[in-house]
């Protein structure tokens, strides 16, 4: 039911005499794609959606939410405190430490800077990943070694979190929204929580930031929320639809996609106004994801792809793929009859 989206290649760059290992987040090449759902499904596609090919998960459980950083690294989280892993995005295993037995329902994943970066790097040294997942009674799990080890962190609250969603790549910063309008908000990995006003009561079920300024959070009655400067103040914007909107991918400060109920698909290219597209079904749409556009800082190159390069999952196997930001979404054959909850 949820959905999360991401961003970058995993480049090399130069910073004077020191070459640095750079960022990643989500798969950053709309070429390979990953897909899970109910039974412990995961789908994964490296030409684009072409083939789907199922993906051994070792679970049975629905899982909710996907997310990769660079091609090889990924996690999943779903049922019954379930967190699945792979390292070569193909081979998954059950993560060494849970410390929870309520569901999860979303998880967002970054690499960053190597901790080797030298001391006049732009930004500030992290581990190599950081993981964040979320889900019922106000749960938020902390990762730092790719989804193996988790702990457990103090949200200050108990309503359940729907979506989660870092402030991409090399940033300390993570947003988690949930039920009653709840927004939290860390800017030092989760050592503390603080909320944010959202100003709805609206259940939240998705967000997603394409910097640590700019995001938007999306739920119940076709509720839009965004933000410019990383959520002090979040504004509702002008909807288009009163369909539940399940999840939002971000590209960057202006373009973004939500999906949900009955098919709905819209998007912004301006970071304001919101139009429907065309999906030509009524199936319910549960998750999206984009490529972030323009990577921010000198450390970035681009990705393989941008923001005109987008998947949407949903129930009954449906997935829906464009390549040119939305002006046309074309069925692909996924291969099931499952319901897709998350697309990375």
Partial sequence: MRGISRRLALPVVGLGATALLLAACDTGDYTVRFVVGTDGLIINTTDAGSTWTPQASGVSVTLNGVAFAGTSNGCAVGDDATVVRTTDGSTWSGATTVPT???????????????????????SILPKYTAFAVGKSGTILYSADQCDTWTQQTSGTTKTLNGVSTGRCSCSAAWAVGDDGTILHTSNLGSTWSAQVSGVKSQLLAVSFATSNDGWAVGTGGVILATTNGGTTWTKQKSPTKRTLEGVAAADSTHAYAVGDDGVIVATSDGVTWTKQTTHTSTDLDSISTILDSPPAMFYSPANGDWHDAI?????????????????????????????????
């Fill in 312 to 344: 949407a999952v949903g129930s009954g196997g449906l997935i829906l793929m464009t390549q040119d930001g939305g002006a046309t979404w074309t069925k692909s054959a996924s291969g099931t009859k499952q319901n897709l909850e998350g697309a990375a």
């Fill in 101 to 123: 037995t309520k569901e999860l329902n979303a998880v967002d994943l970054s690499g960053n800077l190597i901790p080797e970066a030298p001391t006049n790097a732009a930004v």
